[in-house]
């Protein structure tokens, strides 16, 4: 009996590591948001950040992002590549370790990301590329080989995505990236060749359709959301005009959208490359945090009974505790809405003429897609995990009961029966405290995506960063850049 009761202690204090790590992901947050990159890294390559084997995976992507931010794009190149390998191995995670988080909790499992996150790994890797690629200090073969193997990540991207589409099915997902779409789009006009244009050409028609299919499910781009969300099996059956009509009703940042890809697709058919792509990573994904989810023990389906069986015990049990455990808890990860709310020009001036003023548009709302996707899963998880905590409730009320029977044999009863409760009532906090969501991520992914392509004649320009939000209005410079012929420049900031 002493074994079976520290296995069922064991079994209920088993938690993960997300208390420390939510503390630690909100002070390098802080620092990166101050600015203070050095004390971030510090924090970062601290032993007790992401210290177990299980979290390694968002050591790596931590370390690379921070990396990329201070522009030291080799290091965070290899830190993707790392990160990316890693993901992929862990994604069939080892059998002991599905049980295990099937017994207790998925802090306990290794963590591979979210597919948005896996994702974004590819996004990072092929930006690390193209930015040494633009380093003109590098000599021709490196930068065509960072070139080939932007190219290289853009198409194993798609291969993933691919993936997601053919496994998700007719259901609300995470089955398309139009940052994939756009990002790539740019990249494959400033290879150069008739093929890579071609490639780009499409890639801006494809993220129309997928705006259209996929990204509709959105707050961000459609006021009708929800309804789109709730119809989405049915819209085989029907008509595109009925979809657009009945169940889209397109937000300013979708208008913008549109506006942007037909502008693209006009200026590529007929052959014109844009010159100039500015990508703004704006903010700090929201983090996850936890849905707590209470229900009431069914104290009801146990017939009451003198007899001393254990169907019985558990029925004193359950009316015993009604006044202090009365409901079975756990808890779900979620991802709060927090939506895009500031409206973001681009300003080229020349000397003190302004050349021209330019949308940025949100071409990935990550925080809102990380809202969708974390909402589906916890649905997913609900019936598991309540099957789970009720199997362990089960296992509490038979420790409780060879309790009682242990005390029983020395003929008290209250005595047997109010340890019996207690023991119940102690295993019951141990398993809610077993039960914490996972809540790890990668926590400084940027809020959203804004892009904006131009073409621009060879010369130095302003870059202004416009930014209004109700009635404030500010403006940042984001730098003076050169533009020669025949160059393609593609420019990067993360703005809070």
Request: glycine share 4%.
């Amino acid at each position: 009996m002493a074994l079976k009761r520290a296995l069922l202690l064991s079994l209920f204090l088993l938690m993960g590591c997300a208390g420390t790590s939510r503390k630690k992901t909100l002070m390098l947050r802080n620092l990166v948001q101050a600015g203070e990159y050095q004390k971030a890294s510090d924090l970062i390559e601290a032993k007790d950040f992401y210290h177990d084997k299980e979290s390694l995976l968002l050591k790596l992507l931590e370390r690379g992002t921070l990396q990329y931010l201070r522009a030291d794009y080799s290091n965070a190149l290899k830190t993707f590549d790392e990160a990316k390998n890693l993901s992929d191995k862990l994604f069939t995670v080892s059998i002991s370790k599905k049980i295990k988080a099937a017994v207790t909790n998925s802090n306990s499992d290794n963590y591979y990301g979210e597919k948005y996150e896996r994702s974004m790994i590819r996004y990072y890797q092929a930006l690390c590329h193209y930015q040494l690629f633009q380093d003109l200090n590098l000599e021709a073969k490196k930068r065509r080989f960072h070139l080939s193997g932007a190219k290289a990540v853009l198409l194993e991207w798609n291969s993933l995505l691919d993936n997601y589409k053919s496994t998700s099915g007719g259901v609300v997902a995470y089955k398309d990236d139009l940052l994939a779409k756009t990002f790539g789009a740019f990249i494959h006009e400033h290879a150069g060749t008739r093929a890579d244009l071609r490639i780009a050409l499409n890639l801006y028609k494809e993220a129309k359709k997928v705006l259209l299919k996929n990204y509709n499910t959105l707050e961000t781009y459609n006021q009708l959301h929800s309804s789109f969300k709730k119809n989405l099996n049915q819209f085989e059956k029907l008509s595109l005009k009925k979809i657009k009509t009945s169940y889209i009703k397109a937000t300013p940042y979708a208008q913008e959208f549109e506006k942007f890809l037909d502008s693209r697709i006009k200026e590529l058919s007929k052959g014109k490359r844009s010159n100039l792509m500015v990508i703004i990573e704006k903010g700090l994904i929201t983090n996850k945090s936890v849905d707590k989810v209470d229900f009431p023990i069914p104290a009801a389906l146990f017939p009451a009974s003198n007899k001393k069986d254990f169907l019985s015990f558990a029925s004193t049990m359950m009316f015993a505790s009604a006044g202090s455990i009365p409901k079975i808890y756990f808890e779900l990860p979620k991802v709060s809405y927090n939506p895009v709310v500031e409206d973001i020009n681009l300003i080229i001036k020349k000397g003190d003429e302004v050349v021209k003023k330019e949308k940025m548009v949100v071409v990935n709302p990550l925080a809102n897609l990380a809202s969708m996707i974390m909402e589906e899963k916890s649905s997913g998880l609900y019936a598991g995990i309540g099957a789970r905590v009720a199997a362990k409730h089960i296992a509490a009320l038979l420790a409780a009961y060879a309790t009682y029977r242990q005390l029983k044999k020395n003929g008290a009863e209250f005595m047997a029966t109010a340890s019996a409760a207690l023991a119940y009532a102690a295993s019951n906090k141990a398993i809610e405290a077993s039960e914490r969501a996972d809540t790890r991520n990668w926590s400084l992914l940027p809020h959203h995506y804004r892009m904006s392509s131009l073409n621009l004649p060879p010369g130095q320009y302003q870059l202004i960063l416009e930014r209004k939000r109700g009635e404030v209005l500010t403006q940042t410079l984001l730098g003076v850049h050169d533009l020669k012929k025949g160059e393609g420049k593609l420019l990067t900031f993360r703005k809070f």
